[in-house]
Structures are given as structure tokens and as C-alpha cells.
DNA sequence: TCGGAATGTCCGATATTTCGGACTGTGTTC
DNA sequence: GAACACAGTCCGAAATATCGGACATTCCGA
């Protein structure tokens, strides 16, 4: 493990890599003086790189203690690995149909820790169009997409995972975290979920989930449309978004 | 993105926190010219920070055309963030009652990518001990925890999964995967595997899964004694893995 | 067939990062 | 309360990694 060179000295990429191949040997938080001593890293070069990337949030600060482990960037980049960018691909034609077929904005969103995010937005053909930023990380309970990124998890595990202020709207009112998870069951047995009026009034969001071979809600697929939108037409829609998110299902 | 720095030089380091971030942005393979222009990274840089990944398996060459994506691992780092460290904190404890109440060598494993692979060992008392070394990479059809890892997969997706050269089990003889698949079946719905003579004549190895609160099997936990112990205390040894598996699924 | 753009390699200079070691502060043991 | 191990910071010197730019190749479309 130990970085051999003629003079003892190394570049900080090799450093790193160094440092994080040795805590996934390790398999838990480690001491920074470990570290220094396991890879044989000078002490004041640790100090040095460690800190760079915990303020990357490559690595955190664990238990209280002077340990470190590997932090949430991590994970970030483990399941873009895993997805290996295929099924975003095809999420971007799955999106581009949407917005042709219905001339409505279109997403393509996922969980980013414990938060919803949007990846791809594709907006709709109306005057005033309703769409939002990629990668804003939003509370799960404030959209429908969150509704379906949770639907393997119980009512204990939802309110160990979402943080308490998560589930207050932006206009104040509170959702009581049962009544969150009667509204995950719902979406999960129906295959969509629907919401209006949640994140500002005059918008409905239906979201279908996109599975991966274990059954579990990697991503959703859905629609931002007017409150006002007619019931036949958004069977229509939720029919269309089902169909995509079985497509990307596949991949 | 772009690094700012008085001078414009940056450090190796910094370099690859942008790049890893861009690729996370981009979610799919991307041409090293656009990460260069897109980082603001000379050329030359980035093809000699690159390659350097790409080496480490942080990065892989994707498609052919000279594009990378994130590499394998990164999966291995942010699966190890998920898991926090508890887990195998956990697992440590369990691994050493088993060998306590057994007197055999007990594991504790994972998959890595499409391998096996034992995590913690701890030797039996016997005094010729099996054991085998840890973070060695075995095929998962050699294995009875590989029985457990994979039963969330179907049939094709099996085949797809594991390499087929795998099948072929170290004295020559070759599995169906239509085969093992028909055991993995058997192993879930009994709720621990069972294998003898498989990656040698004299062992049988028994395992039990660790789950996660998807039901997915993300570890096992298992013992490795002689073919010629008895039904009986195989039977209370089973039981004791069960009860192990059991705990270390609620962490 | 030619011209231009894109990809990748190589090399020398120098701005910078690494390293050793000294220093402070904190907790633990006898 | 003294001795010691451990955690973290700071600094100047010097080894070297980064950078710009030149060069080689390949791939296109005109």
C-alpha cells in the first residue's frame, strides 16, 4: 500500500489514491495518524490532503472522534458508475417524446442523498412555462417524483431518512410523515403519483417511477402542468409517463 | 466549474475534484476535450491526470470512441459510504460469536463488482483451520454466499451478470446457469445456502444473508467446516447463521 | 486530394506542493 | 503532578508536477 519512489516523495493524486484505497480496506472510520502511518504519508501532508477533501465531501469527519470516512460525493459518483450514463441517455429521448406529445415540461429526476433533484428538464411549448433548475435539490415530501423515490422504505425508515424540516411545505403547512407514507403506498400500488398545489398552487406534477432489477425506484420520470388541466388529459399523460418509465425500466 | 487561481496554475488535486464533479454533471461518458475545455484544464494536464484515473479504475474508457466515465472504483467507494462502517462494525461482533459457539472458521462477504469476495475472516479452532484470505475475489458460482448475493436477479439477467468463464468451477466441471439459478431460488426461499465441494472436496460451507431494508441481499454471513460434520450440528450451526443474518440486516 | 479540426504525445522551465521537523495543546497513565 | 503519547498546525527549502506550445496522427468534409 505504501507509495514507493526514489526519493520518498508523491503527488497528491497518488496520495489520494492512495488514502481512499486504504479505507475501503479498512471498511470504516479511520484515525487521520492511521492513515499517515498505513500509507506512508508524512503527517503534515495528511492533515493537508485529508482536509481538502472533506471540504470536497470526498471524505467526512465521523463519530465525534478524529475519524474520517468516506463521504456522500462518493456515493454520488458510485451510482452514476452503476447507471454507467446508458439509462440517462435514453431518459433524454424519453423526456424529448413527452415534451413533443404533450407540449408539456417534461423531467427526469432521482434522489441525491436525502434530497429530490432534477436531472434533466425539458420545457413545455406554452407561453408561460412552468419548468425548474437541474440539480436544485428539493425536500422529498414537496413533490410527487418523491412520493415514488421512497416507496421501499417503512414509516420508520422514511422518518429516519428525510430530515423533520423536510416535511414542511413552502407556504408553512406541515405533512404529518403517516400521511406522507399512506400517500408513498398509494402512488406505489396505483404506478404514479399525482400532486397539486404542493410547491406553488397552480401546478400539478405527475411523476412514474423508474425501476431497476430489484424492483426499487432508482428515478422517476414526470410532468409539470397547469392545475387547471383536464382530467381526460392527464389520464392521457399519466398513460404516457407509465410507458416511458417501463421503457426505462429495461435499461 | 472552472478553477480560479491568481496565477492559473491548480493543483493535481483540485484538477481531478473538478473532473470527477463535471462527470457527475454530465452523468454520462464524456470526451476528455470537452473536460479540459469545460475545467478549464490544459490539454496536456488533463491527458496526464486522466490516464492516471483511469490506471486507479476511478475512471474507465467508455464506448470506444475516446470518451471516460466514472470507473468501477468509485461504485466500490460510495457503496462502502452507504454502509457507513456500522454494518462491518457489526458484522465483526457476529463474525467472532459464531467462531466462539462453533469452533469454525466464519465470514463475513460482499460482492465487488461481479466477484465475491470475503470481507472479514476469522479462523476456526481446529487444528487444521480452513480459512481463506480476505479481499481475494473469487467467481460467484464457486461460493455458497454467492447463492444469496445475486437472488434478486432473474434467469438473463444472471447470465448477463456473471462472467461466463465463471461457471467453470476449479477442478473443471461446469455449472448451467440455468442450474444455479435454480439453487439460488432454493437458497432464498430456505433462507440460507449450502454448497459442498465445491471450490475444494473436503468443505462445506453454509451461509446466511444480510438484507437490506429493500430485502436486498447485500452481505452474508457464513461458516466454512469439513464435508464430514454431522446433520445435526450443521443444522444448529444454520440456525446460528440465520440468527446473525438476522441482526445484521436491522443495522 | 487537400485543408482544417480533433485527438493525443512530448519536452523544458518554473511556480508550487510536498516534506521534515519544530511547536502547541490535550488527554492519559503512573 | 510529571512524563508521555497523541492530535493538529505552521514554516522554509527544494524536488517536481503543471503548463504552454510544438509536433505527430487520424478523421472528416469539401
Given at each position: 500500500m505504501t507509495i514507493e519512489q526514489a526519493t520518498g516523495r508523491a503527488r497528491g493524486i497518488d496520495r489520494v489514491i492512495a488514502i481512499l484505497d486504504y479505507l475501503h480496506q479498512r471498511r470504516g472510520p479511520v484515525r487521520i495518524a492511521d492513515i499517515a502511518r498505513d500509507t506512508g504519508t508524512p503527517r503534515s501532508t495528511i492533515y493537508e490532503i485529508v482536509n481538502r477533501l472533506v471540504d470536497a465531501h470526498w471524505l467526512e469527519p465521523r463519530d465525534g472522534d478524529g475519524t474520517v470516512f468516506f463521504g456522500p460525493a462518493m456515493h454520488f459518483y458510485g451510482s452514476a458508475y452503476l447507471e454507467g450514463g446508458d439509462r440517462i441517455r435514453a431518459a433524454r429521448g424519453e423526456v424529448k417524446r413527452l415534451v413533443e406529445q404533450t407540449g408539456e415540461t417534461a423531467q427526469y429526476c432521482t434522489l441525491e442523498g436525502d434530497k429530490y433533484t432534477v436531472v434533466l428538464n425539458e420545457p413545455g411549448s406554452r407561453t408561460f412555462r412552468i419548468s425548474s433548475d437541474v440539480g436544485v435539490k428539493v425536500p422529498i415530501p414537496w413533490t410527487a417524483s418523491g412520493r415514488l423515490l421512497v416507496d421501499h422504505l417503512a414509516l420508520e425508515e422514511v422518518k429516519a431518512f428525510i430530515p423533520p424540516d423536510d416535511f414542511v411545505l413552502p407556504d408553512g403547512r406541515v405533512t404529518a410523515p403517516e400521511d406522507f407514507v399512506a400517500e408513498v403506498a398509494r402512488a406505489k400500488s396505483a404506478g404514479y403519483a399525482r400532486t397539486t398545489g404542493l410547491v406553488d398552487r397552480f401546478t400539478t406534477c405527475l411523476a412514474a417511477p423508474v425501476r431497476d432489477v430489484g424492483g426499487r425506484c432508482v428515478a422517476t420520470i414526470c410532468l409539470v402542468v397547469?392545475?387547471?388541466?383536464?382530467e381526460d388529459d392527464l389520464a392521457a399523460m399519466i398513460e404516457a409517463l407509465r410507458a416511458s418509465g417501463r421503457r426505462l425500466s429495461l435499461a
Amino acid at each position: 500500500m505504501t507509495i514507493e519512489q526514489a526519493t520518498g516523495r508523491a503527488r497528491g493524486i497518488d496520495r489520494v489514491i492512495a488514502i481512499l484505497d486504504y479505507l475501503h480496506q479498512r471498511r470504516g472510520p479511520v484515525r487521520i495518524a492511521d492513515i499517515a502511518r498505513d500509507t506512508g504519508t508524512p503527517r503534515s501532508t495528511i492533515y493537508e490532503i485529508v482536509n481538502r477533501l472533506v471540504d470536497a465531501h470526498w471524505l467526512e469527519p465521523r463519530d465525534g472522534d478524529g475519524t474520517v470516512f468516506f463521504g456522500p460525493a462518493m456515493h454520488f459518483y458510485g451510482s452514476a458508475y452503476l447507471e454507467g450514463g446508458d439509462r440517462i441517455r435514453a431518459a433524454r429521448g424519453e423526456v424529448k417524446r413527452l415534451v413533443e406529445q404533450t407540449g408539456e415540461t417534461a423531467q427526469y429526476c432521482t434522489l441525491e442523498g436525502d434530497k429530490y433533484t432534477v436531472v434533466l428538464n425539458e420545457p413545455g411549448s406554452r407561453t408561460f412555462r412552468i419548468s425548474s433548475d437541474v440539480g436544485v435539490k428539493v425536500p422529498i415530501p414537496w413533490t410527487a417524483s418523491g412520493r415514488l423515490l421512497v416507496d421501499h422504505l417503512a414509516l420508520e425508515e422514511v422518518k429516519a431518512f428525510i430530515p423533520p424540516d423536510d416535511f414542511v411545505l413552502p407556504d408553512g403547512r406541515v405533512t404529518a410523515p403517516e400521511d406522507f407514507v399512506a400517500e408513498v403506498a398509494r402512488a406505489k400500488s396505483a404506478g404514479y403519483a399525482r400532486t397539486t398545489g404542493l410547491v406553488d398552487r397552480f401546478t400539478t406534477c405527475l411523476a412514474a417511477p423508474v425501476r431497476d432489477v430489484g424492483g426499487r425506484c432508482v428515478a422517476t420520470i414526470c410532468l409539470v402542468v397547469p392545475a387547471d388541466t383536464g382530467e381526460d388529459d392527464l389520464a392521457a399523460m399519466i398513460e404516457a409517463l407509465r410507458a416511458s418509465g417501463r421503457r426505462l425500466s429495461l435499461a
